[in-house]
DNA sequence: CTATAGAATGAATGTTCATTCAATAAACAC
DNA sequence: GTGTTTATTGAATGAACATTCATTCTATAG
């Protein structure tokens, strides 16, 4: 007989370093798909390809890396918007399509699936609620309310109650979020896509905050 | 020494036809604080004042009962505001703003956290998510489609691609309600109110949809 | 008042996991 | 090579929980 198991990447091999990253984002996905409890850490494991033993020695228990994979998986997306907002000089009208544009591509990105998790989670999981209130929620609501407000101040914004209308504002893209993520999968009217849904998103904002309604452009 | 246990309902009370709907609705609110997978029916069982194995007469399983909360929380809320939108005489305007009021007065009600439910066990029921999909989401759009409709119609509103955005229009309704049963309560800003939003909502929208751009009125 | 049907009970059962930890074997020092 | 450290394993443990069903009790008929 020749040689064995040239391709397997050998069992037992030690990273110290990438394994809670791995072992994040395998909880993660399948949190995001089952929900927290009816996830079992010995699919977690496996999808880590790591034994049942390990997560317990990275993390104290199932709660403790659930609470990881929400504080790993919300800082990194957050300042993308930020910084084009503090740097794009053009028409807020373009400058909300580029911002809607960016988050359409996140909203592919695994991690986006965990509005969704934390919706579903925040009553077991009070202080995960606070967290993501903190860290994203405010965040969000600041980002849009600082878009609005300098449209207001560029004059091509009516005024509006800008904390409140930031709100209204982000709901919609939450709302597709965890869409993409729970009931789009089945969906039954196939011209309901997210860009279609952001088109649609879009044309509502811009008209409903113009300030100056002089003409009535088509589309 | 007196008489005994006047005000107690009698352990062991026959009432075959009143059960199934409180075992429901035990496991509705429950279900939709904790989740299906985190919810014991010990505790359903205690909180519809039955013995454990009486939701196993009148339900196949957890499942089966889970299936049944959906199914029975859905129907009742249908059909008020569809009555509404075909009796209305008045502007389409006022119309919106009457729908709204009704949708806030039906939000504090139970079920309301019905949403938050389905979209948290979407991916673990999918002949649930199938059901609701065709029993809510579709005629929940429909709905909207019609409003909008009848706006443009009536020439109160421009023209807009309707299907598209009577789904825009329905997501901030439904946010909210799935919001009101997740992270509100740990709201941080005192004046992140609902009413708040459903002002800024109904600005955005008439003002987003409106047709004719003549006069540029305050609010 | 007694008998019968069937509604309701709750102790018992079996399974499904979260969690533990003694054993194993990489990696590295010498 | 040999010894030491420690990352990793996976069988074993025990608790939690869904589900069952023989028994108990209520309501109603006769």
Redesign the pocket.
Known sequence: MPHESPPQP???????EA?PAEMIEAARDLFIERGFAA????DVARRA??????P??YFE???GLFKAVVRESVLPNIRLGEELLDSYPGPTDDLLRLIVNRFWQMNREPSAGLPKLVVAEATNFPDIARFYMEEVVMRGRRFFARIIQRGIDRGEFRPVDVMQMARVMAAPLSMLTIWTHSLAPHELDPGATAEGFLDAYLDLVLHGLRAAPKDTPDV
């Open positions: 050998a069992r037992r091999t030690r990273r110290k394994r996830t079992k850490l010995e390809g790591v034994s049942v033993g390990l317990y020695v228990n199932k709660a």
